[in-house]
């Protein structure tokens, strides 16, 4: 796909599948409004590129809900207004109490069947959650039947953002060369040489998105 001369080729593979993935969530999938509340229940790669395509689209509301630290730390510095660790504090009553009954949307990335139940039960009346998450074939998840149907909610599956890759990945190219995507925050570059630390890192959660180089 064609992408702006000006753009840093070397930095763009991530945008193909995670980074495509919560950003397009957002904004193609959930289409989260201007003034609205927003979620994050996962802060790695996709659930902080949704926190960055819920600034774009002008959610005033963004919290991120996550385990590790540096995760909730970086999510601040993106742009959520609000974090909270899951071991420390129960985040659905966090959500609650900060929105007044829960968000308009939401979004669940870590393919957790507990936590996919507690992102249904943060919902507002009438919210959208997006599930992106993918746990191993088979499992299953519950949640309160009554609950979503009298709050009028709604739960929907997104691959890949429901992204058109050759239109979204320039659209989000631009948006990171006007400074309004800085996806590069969550990306750290590694020598071909490194490449097991790299995989490492990743799986530690220490680096969100790893990209290795390999000459030069």
Do not use: W
Not at 9 to 19: K, S, V, W
Not at 67 to 80: F, I
Request: hydrophobic share 45%; glycine share 14%; proline share 5%.
């Amino acid at each position: 796909m064609k992408v702006s001369r000006e753009a840093p080729l070397e930095l763009l593979g991530p945008l193909g599948c995670g980074i495509q993935t919560g950003a397009g969530a957002v904004i193609n999938s959930l289409k989260v409004t201007p003034g609205s509340s927003f979620a994050a229940f996962g802060g790695g790669a996709v659930g902080l590129s949704a926190v960055l395509a819920a600034r774009v689209a002008g959610a005033t509301t963004i919290i991120v809900v996550d385990v590790v630290p540096s995760r909730l730390a970086l999510a601040t510095e993106l742009g959520a207004t609000h974090v909270v660790n899951s071991k420390d504090a129960d985040p659905v009553a966090f959500i609650r109490e900060i929105t007044g009954g829960g968000v308009n949307f939401a979004l669940e990335s870590t393919g957790r069947p507990a936590v996919l139940r507690q992102a249904v039960d943060a919902l507002g009346s009438r919210g959208s959650l997006g599930v992106v998450g993918a746990p191993a074939l088979g499992t299953t998840a519950e949640f309160d039947v009554n609950d979503l149907l009298l709050g009028g909610k709604t739960i929907r599956g997104i691959v890949e953002g429901d992204s058109v890759p050759q239109k979204f990945i320039p659209e989000l190219v631009s948006l990171y060369l006007q400074g309004r995507f800085p996806f590069d925050k969550l990306v750290k570059f590694y020598s071909f040489e490194d490449i097991n630390q790299a995989a490492e890192d990743s799986e530690k959660g220490i680096t969100l998105k790893p990209i290795i180089r390999i000459g030069g």
